[in-house]
């Protein structure tokens, strides 16, 4: 794990991040004299774009190793901006902050929720989802992560069209596979475009929510091509805000607006 201590000065934030919000968050807060800011990486992506704060990079260690990180660099506040489907890290913050006694709080984006003309069939996880493809070969766009398409090794069947950041490498070892590789956002034009060229019949994707991939959704609902939307995994209650700029404001640094505080999603 690389150790970047915090300078000595101001109050001492940590950013769990690998999210479009935990870089937002760290660009606001850059180059501010009253405040020490840390962005974490798990270390998943092997070019993550540079912030301009100073960042570390890989585990701590389970809860325990976060809560002795939090103590060794006299953190002050934990900042939660994880991906809605990252729920160890969670909840190791929720346990580690706890332990070390200081403030968190999460920034919870809003899942996405079904318009009318969507077509979703809601699934628990990307195993159920392979399965609920069904036995007949359909033309399959996988818009999840590297780790989750290993899941689709179980139905061989399908033509897979999979999109991930980094590359897929033999994780998903099926005959019919074209490989993307690719980092958002993505427009909806764009989406229904690649759909249509690669005679999409059915998307799978994690629900996320935000802005920056919600393109596939709209894509999909405009040419009535049903989404398989897998339900986001549980993450502890604590307070919690949809975005930036609600930490801002827990921080103090906001418009001064009373702090939102959202049940987590
Ligand atoms: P996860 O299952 O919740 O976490 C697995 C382990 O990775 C954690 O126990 C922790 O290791 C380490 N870890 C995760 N996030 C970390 C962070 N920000 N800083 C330092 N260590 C971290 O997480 P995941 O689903 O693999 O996601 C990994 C990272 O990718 C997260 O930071 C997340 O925000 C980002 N991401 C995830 C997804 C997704 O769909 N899951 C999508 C986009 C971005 P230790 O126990 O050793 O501390």
Same mark, same amino acid.
């Given at each position: 794990m690389d150790k970047v201590p915090m300078t000595s000065t101001g109050m001492r934030i940590l950013i769990l991040g690998g999210t479009g919000e935990a870089s937002a968050l760290a660009r606001s807060l850059a180059?501010?004299?009253d405040l020490s800011v840390v962005l974490s990486l798990a270390g998943r992506t092997a070019a993550p774009k540079a912030e301009p704060v100073p960042t570390r990079v890989g585990g701590f260690g389970g809860a325990d190793g976060l809560a002795r990180y939090l103590d060794a660099e006299g953190v002050d506040r934990l900042i939660d @901006?994880?991906?809605?489907?990252? @729920?160890t890290i969670s909840a190791n913050a929720a346990r580690a902050a706890a332990q070390a006694k200081i403030s968190l709080l999460a920034i919870r984006r809003p899942a996405w929720t079904r318009v009318p003309g969507d077509r979703w069939i809601d699934v628990d996880s990307m195993e159920a989802a392979a399965a609920a493809l069904g036995r007949e070969a359909r033309r399959v766009f996988l818009t999840i992560g590297r780790q989750e398409a290993a899941a689709f090794a179980a139905a061989p069947q399908h033509r897979y069209l999979a999109r991930s950041v980094e590359p897929l490498g033999d994780l998903l070892p099926v005959p019919h596979l074209t490989a993307l590789e690719a980092r958002g956002p993505f427009d909806m034009e764009a989406e229904a475009a690649l759909m249509r060229a690669n005679g999409i019949e059915v998307v799978v994707s994690k629900n996320s929510g935000g802005a920056a991939t919600y393109g596939k959704i709209a894509a999909a609902r405009d040419l009535a091509i049903p989404v398989f939307m897998v339900r986001r995994p549980a993450k502890p209650d604590v307070p919690s805000v949809p975005d930036a700029e609600g930490a801002r404001r827990w921080l103090?640094?906001?418009?001064?607006a009373a702090p939102s505080t959202l049940r987590a999603v």
């Open positions: 180059g501010r004299p @901006a994880t991906h809605p489907f990252a @729920a103090g640094l906001g418009d001064h």
